[in-house]
Nanobody
């Protein structure tokens, strides 16, 4: 079994900052990539940021220049530093990871956390 647990969400004023963390645990053989998605009420889940095990990053257009994704491979943890937050950043933020487990070593499966709520007030 693999678990992804997010933390760091909360209420912040527009222009403020938050740092999200997501730790993966369980029967992990290796992690190929990790990332963050978000879903606002009534909207689809969209990519926020993604990072490969080689450190290559990719960002959604709406967060480029404001958010930074990073990863601590030794801790199986991914971070999302969010600066200059806007009310439209309000959403539930979900962590995801492509993980090869000790049971299924050959093919990586996609795992998701339960999400953490970020609310940005105007």
């Amino acid at each position: 079994q693999v678990q992804l647990v997010e933390s760091g969400g909360g209420l912040v004023q527009a222009g403020g900052s938050l740092r999200l963390s997501c730790a993966a645990s369980g029967s992990i053989f290796s992690i190929n990539a990790m990332g963050w998605y978000r879903q606002a009420p009534g909207k689809q889940r969209d990519l926020v940021a993604h990072i490969t095990n080689g450190g290559i990053t990719n960002y959604g257009d709406s967060v480029k220049g404001r958010f930074t994704i990073s990863r601590d491979a030794a801790k199986n943890t991914v971070y999302l530093q969010m600066n200059s937050l806007k009310p439209e950043d309000t959403a539930v933020y979900y962590c995801t990871a492509a993980i090869r487990t000790t049971v299924a070593v050959i093919v990586a499966g996609d795992y998701w956390g339960k999400g953490t709520l970020v609310t940005v007030s105007s």
